[in-house]
């Protein structure tokens, strides 16, 4: 079961890669930036943290996981 919200630690644990992976690879992509957007927080400042709709984000894993998967890759 899907948690309802998830913290940046929970993507990290899903994707099991590194945080700065995840930024660099996921949520800084701007293609995937702006989709994450419309169910995602993003940090505004050093002390905001990052959160997510865990249904909407796992969905947007799973129907991108070949493009992701892929780019994980090529971009080791």
């Known amino acids: 079961m899907t948690k309802t919200w998830w913290t940046m630690e929970d993507l990290v ?3 099991g890669r590194s945080r700065p992976w995840v930024i660099k690879n996921i ?3 701007p293609k995937y930036k ?3 957007q419309e169910f995602g927080h993003y940090p505004a400042n050093n002390n905001d ?3 997510f ?3 909407k984000m ?3 894993l799973e129907e991108r ?3 992701i998967y892929h780019f994980k890759e090529v971009s080791k």
């Open 53 to 55: 709709i865990g249904s």
């Open 27 to 29: 949520l800084e992509i």
């Open 13 to 15: 644990n899903e994707t």
């Open 58 to 60: 796992k969905q947007f």
């Open 49 to 51: 943290h990052y959160a």
């Open 34 to 36: 702006s989709i994450i």
């Open 65 to 67: 996981f070949q493009e």
